[in-house]
C-alpha cells in the first residue's frame, strides 16, 4: 500500500472509527492516534538514536496503518494488548526487526513496574539500599534515626497494600504519574484524614484524655502550653497532616488572667503601695506568659510522633487587642527571634502565622502597629512569621482563620445554629493532576488538552470519592483524640458514625495540581507572562478545576476544594517520569522540576509587587489551599523593604510568606546565604560545613527544614543542595532597590 493510500484509508477509518478503548484497569477511553505515533516514535529512537525525516515519514504511515486496521477489526471496540498486537505485527511486516523489539521490551518493563510498585519484597529492598527518593522523600524526616526508619519500613507496605486498594484505574494513574494518591504510606492502608485545626478551646475548657490519663482544664498558661503541646503530638500521630493552634493569643489570654489573679493575691497580701501592687502582678505575668511560650516553642521542636518526625505544627496569631494577647504576641515573637539554645538557632517549628487586619496593625498610630514591626523584623531574622491578610482571607475563603499546617485552608461553614465554625474541622487528603503531561500530550493542540483534562479529570474525582469513602470506614476507636476526646470537635460515642463530622460540607477534600507554569509555557513558549492569550488559559485552567470541585461538591455532599500543592517531592516526581516519556522539552522538562502551585517562574526576576499582581487572580479559584512568597537578599538592615512588601500585599493576596537567607556561622559570625556543595552547604567566609557550627536553614514548599542534616547523613548532598533552590515554592529574589523603604509601594520603573 502506498503513503497516499495509507493515509486516505486512514483517514476514512478515522471518520468512522469512534472505537472506545478498554485499558488493562477497566477503564473504557476514547482511541487516540497520538499514542501510537508517541509509543512508534520512542521504540525507533530507542534504536536509532533519533528519528530523521525518513523515520517520520515511516512513523506516519504505520500509525496510519494500525488506526486503519483496529478501525476495521474492532469496530466495537478494542483492548489494550489488541492494538499492541496490531503495531507488533505491523513492524515484524516492515521487517523493523529491531523496532518491533524495543517497542515489546518497553512495554514489557512496564509491566515490570507495575507489578514492582505493589510487591512488598522490592519495597523493602528500596528501602534496605537507601533508595533517595524513599529515605529523602520529606525534607524533614531524619532517615537515620530508628524511629524514622521503623515508620519509612511501615510506609512501604502501605504503599504497597495502598496501590492494590485502590481502583484499578486510579492506581495505574498514580503509578504512570499521571496523577498522585498523596500519603500512599499511610493512606488508604489505614482510614486516616490529613491536617486539621485541633479544637483547642473546648480540649482545655472541658479537659481530654491522653493514654491512661484524664486530664483538666489547666489552671494557668504554663499548663495550658504543656497541655496544647501533649495534644498536639497526639493528633499528630493518630493523622499524617499539619495542625494549627488558630488564633493562639485569644485562646491562652484567660489562662494567662488566672496567673495575674494568683499573683495579684500575693501582691495584695505583701505589697502595701497600690501602684506597686499591679506593676508586681503585671511583670509575674509577662515572665509566666514568656516562660510558658519559650517551653511551647522547645516541646514542639524536641516532640517525636509515631511517624518519626516533629510535629508539622502551625500558630496562627495577631488580632487579639487585650494585655494579655499582646503580651503573648510579643512574647511569640521575641522567643523565635531569641532562637533555640545558647547559639540561638533558628527553630523550625511552629510556623509562625501573623494575622494583619486594616484599623488594627496595618499602620502607624492602630493599636497594635508596634507588634506588627516586631513581626517585621522578626522575619527579616528566622523568616517566619507568614503573615494573613483578613480581609482578603475572609473574601477567599468565607470566613478568617489560619490554614491547616502549611497552606491547607478550610472553607467558610456554619452549623445548624448559624454559628461560622472553624475549629475541630479538618481535611481528608489530597489528589494532585498532573497539568503539564496533559499539556504536552495535547502537542499543540488547546482543543486536545481540554479533552484529556476532562477525562484526567474523571480518575481524579474517583480518586477523591475513594478518600472520602474510606475516611469514612473509621471508628471512634481508632484515634480517640480526634473523634472522642474533642480534637475535631464534637465529642462522638465509640458506636456514632465518624461521617457526621465529614460531610455536608464540615471537612475538605481536594482537588491538587502542579505546574500551571509549563501548560502555558507548552502552547506560548516560556516567557508568556506578558501575554494575555497565555495568562487567560491558565486562569481558564484553574476556573475550571474550580467550576469541577463545585459540581462534585453538589454530587457528593462532600466539599471539595481546589488545592495548589505544596510538592515538595513531586515537583521532581512527575517531571522526572515525564522526562522519561516526553524527552527535553525546553522550558518545561530540561529544567528537571516542575513549578509549584501557580507560582511566577522562579528563573525571572520581577519586582516583588509586579509578582503578587500577576499571581493575585489564581488563589481565589484555589481557595482550598494557596500561598504566595518572594525571595529576598538579606533584610536585617532594612526591615522597612520587608514592610513595604506586606503593605502593599495586604488588598491583594490573603497569605504571604518570606524568603530570605539565614544561615549562620558559629566559627565566624557571618549570617546569610551559604553556599551549596557537593556535601551540603558552607559557610562562604570561612569554608565551615560541620552542621555542630552552622545553622543552614531553607524554604521548602511552606515549611522551613535543615538540609544540611539529612545530607550528611545519606550522601544526597548536590541534590538536596540543588532541590532547595528549586523547591522554595517558586519563590523570586528581588533587589532591594525595587522596594521602597518608605513602604509606599513599588518605586517608579526607571529607579529599578
Not at 9 to 24: M, Y
Not at 27 to 39: K, P
Not at 220 to 239: E, G, K, L, R
Amino acid at each position: 500500500m502506498s503513503i497516499t493510500e495509507s493515509e486516505t484509508t486512514a483517514q476514512h477509518a478515522r471518520a468512522t472509527l469512534a472505537i472506545a478503548v478498554v485499558k488493562r484497569d477497566g477503564r473504557t477511553l476514547r482511541f487516540d492516534e497520538g499514542r501510537i505515533r508517541g509509543a512508534l516514535t520512542k521504540a525507533f529512537e530507542a534504536v536509532h538514536g533519533h528519528v530523521s525525516e525518513v523515520h517520520e515519514r515511516s512513523i506516519r504511515r504505520l500509525a496510519n496503518d494500525v488506526v486503519a486496521e483496529i478501525g476495521e477489526r474492532f469496530p466495537q471496540g478494542v483492548k489494550i494488548y489488541e492494538i499492541q498486537s496490531v503495531v507488533e505485527h505491523l513492524l515484524l511486516e516492515e521487517r523493523e526487526y529491531e523496532v518491533a523489539r524495543a517497542y515489546i521490551d518497553y512495554r514489557v518493563q512496564r509491566d515490570f513496574a507495575r507489578s514492582k510498585a505493589t510487591d512488598l519484597n522490592h519495597s523493602i529492598t528500596k528501602l534496605l539500599d537507601k533508595d533517595q527518593a524513599v529515605v529523602n522523600e520529606n525534607a524533614n524526616k531524619d532517615a537515620a534515626v530508628f524511629n524514622t526508619q521503623r515508620d519509612l519500613t511501615a510506609g512501604m507496605v502501605g504503599k504497597a497494600i495502598g496501590l492494590k486498594m485502590l481502583p484499578a484505574h486510579v492506581s495505574n494513574a498514580h503509578q504512570k504519574g499521571d496523577i498522585h494518591y498523596h500519603d500512599l504510606d499511610y493512606h488508604p492502608y489505614a482510614p486516616m484524614t490529613n491536617c486539621c485545626l485541633i479544637d483547642f478551646k473546648a480540649m482545655l475548657a472541658k479537659g481530654f484524655r491522653i493514654g491512661n490519663a484524664q486530664v483538666s482544664p489547666p489552671r494557668s498558661i504554663q499548663t495550658a502550653t504543656a497541655q496544647i503541646a501533649q495534644i498536639i503530638a497526639n493528633v499528630s500521630s493518630s493523622q499524617y497532616g499539619g495542625a494549627t493552634v488558630n488564633r493562639i493569643d485569644e485562646l491562652l489570654a484567660p489562662y494567662a488572667e488566672l496567673n495575674y489573679a494568683k499573683h495579684a493575691l500575693d501582691a495584695e497580701a505583701w505589697i502595701e503601695d497600690p501602684a506597686r501592687k499591679q506593676a508586681y502582678a503585671e511583670s509575674k505575668t509577662i515572665k509566666d506568659i514568656y516562660d510558658a511560650m519559650q517551653s511551647l516553642e522547645y516541646e514542639i521542636n524536641t516532640l517525636f510522633t509515631s511517624n518519626g518526625q516533629t510535629p508539622f505544627t502551625s500558630l496562627g496569631f495577631g488580632l487579639g487587642t487585650g494585655w494579655y494577647e499582646r503580651e503573648i504576641q510579643k512574647a511569640i515573637l521575641e522567643i523565635r527571634m531569641r532562637g533555640l539554645g545558647s547559639e540561638g538557632r533558628t527553630a523550625i517549628f511552629p510556623k509562625l502565622l501573623f494575622t494583619l487586619k486594616a484599623g488594627l496593625n496595618l499602620k502607624p498610630g492602630e493599636p497594635n502597629y508596634d507588634i506588627k514591626q516586631m513581626a517585621v523584623e522578626c522575619a527579616t531574622k528566622r523568616m517566619y512569621p507568614d503573615v494573613l491578610s483578613y480581609d482578603k482571607i475572609v473574601d477567599i475563603t468565607g470566613s478568617f482563620k489560619a490554614p491547616m499546617g502549611c497552606r491547607s485552608f478550610l472553607q467558610g461553614w456554619e452549623d445548624a445554629e448559624g454559628n461560622d465554625v472553624v475549629e475541630g474541622r479538618m481535611n481528608l487528603g489530597v489528589v494532585t493532576l498532573n497539568l503539564p503531561r496533559i499539556a504536552m500530550e495535547a502537542r499543540g493542540s488547546v482543543e486536545v488538552f481540554w479533552a484529556l483534562l476532562e477525562e484526567r479529570l474523571v480518575t481524579v474525582r474517583d480518586a477523591l470519592m475513594f478518600r472520602i469513602e474510606r475516611c469514612k470506614q473509621a471508628e471512634p476507636g481508632n484515634a480517640p483524640i480526634l473523634y472522642v476526646h474533642g480534637a475535631f470537635g464534637k465529642r462522638l460515642a465509640p458506636t456514632d458514625d465518624v461521617d457526621e463530622l465529614f460531610r455536608d460540607g464540615r471537612a475538605t477534600v481536594s482537588l491538587g495540581y502542579i505546574g500551571l507554569y509549563e501548560v502555558a509555557t507548552a502552547f506560548f513558549g516560556g516567557a508568556w507572562e506578558a501575554n494575555p492569550e497565555a495568562k487567560k488559559l491558565t486562569v481558564d485552567v484553574l476556573t475550571s478545576l474550580r467550576d469541577h470541585a463545585k459540581q462534585w461538591s453538589a454530587e457528593s455532599g462532600y466539599w471539595v476544594s481546589v488545592y495548589s500543592t505544596p510538592s515538595e517531592s513531586l515537583t521532581d516526581r512527575f517531571c522526572r517520569l515525564d522526562k522519561e516519556r516526553f524527552g527535553e522539552v525546553e522550558n518545561i522538562t530540561d529544567k528537571d522540576y516542575y513549578t509549584n502551585s501557580f507560582h511566577y517562574d522562579v528563573r525571572k526576576n520581577p519586582t516583588p509587587f509586579e509578582k503578587l499582581d500577576f499571581e493575585a487572580e489564581y488563589a481565589p479559584l484555589t481557595s482550598g489551599g494557596f500561598i504566595h512568597y518572594c525571595e529576598y537578599p538579606v533584610l536585617q538592615q532594612n526591615p522597612k523593604a520587608l514592610e513595604a512588601v506586606w503593605d502593599y500585599a495586604y488588598d491583594r493576596v490573603g497569605y504571604l510568606g518570606t524568603n530570605t537567607p539565614i544561615d549562620r556561622c558559629y566559627e565566624c559570625g557571618f549570617a546569610g546565604d551559604f553556599d551549596p556543595t557537593a556535601r551540603g552547604f558552607k559557610c562562604p567566609s570561612c569554608g565551615n560545613e560541620d552542621p555542630r557550627t552552622c545553622d543552614v536553614v531553607k524554604r521548602t514548599c511552606g515549611y522551613l527544614g535543615n538540609p544540611q542534616q539529612r545530607p550528611m547523613v545519606h550522601g544526597r548532598h548536590t541534590e538536596i543542595a540543588s532541590r532547595v533552590k528549586h523547591m522554595q515554592s517558586a519563590d523570586v529574589r528581588v533587589p532591594l532597590s525595587a522596594i521602597d523603604d518608605a513602604g509606599d509601594g513599588p518605586r517608579p520603573a526607571t529607579s529599578r
